[in-house]
């Protein structure tokens, strides 16, 4: 059983930043990886990004790319989102998921096990 819990969401103008955490907690946490995907109103929930099995390669999506960086702080088995150059349409509820390690499978929302209970993000143009 892996809990995860998200927090660092608010409002913000365009153009400006925030930095998400997702504190992850479970005797299974080290068979996980982490990923974060947000569900916009009206819309499917959607992958921002995550590692790939060894941890190491990153994975973005492309409206994100370039803006956004995922990193974990492993001591605190903690996961953040850095946001930058925020846009209107980034906003969301930002979820964080965790996928079990032998997945190679990245970012389909099926194959994550685990979510948060999300963390609102608005961007005011």
Do not use: H
Not at 75 to 104: F, H, W
Request: proline share 2%; hydrophobic share 35%.
């Amino acid at each position: 059983q892996v809990q995860l819990v998200e927090s660092g969401g608010g409002l913000v103008q365009a153009g400006g930043s925030l930095r998400l955490s997702c504190a992850a907690s479970g005797r299974t946490f080290s068979t996980y990886i982490m990923g974060w995907f947000r569900q916009a109103p009206g819309k499917e929930r959607e992958f921002v990004a995550t590692w790939g099995w060894n941890g190491i390669r990153t994975y973005y999506a492309d409206s994100v790319q370039g803006r956004f960086t995922i990193s974990r702080d492993n001591a605190k088995n903690t996961v953040y989102l850095q946001m930058n150059s925020l846009k209107p349409e980034d906003t969301a509820v930002y979820y964080c998921g965790a996928r079990p390690i032998v997945n190679s499978r990245v970012y389909f929302e099926s194959d994550y096990d685990y979510w948060g209970q999300g963390t609102q993000v608005t961007v005011s143009s």
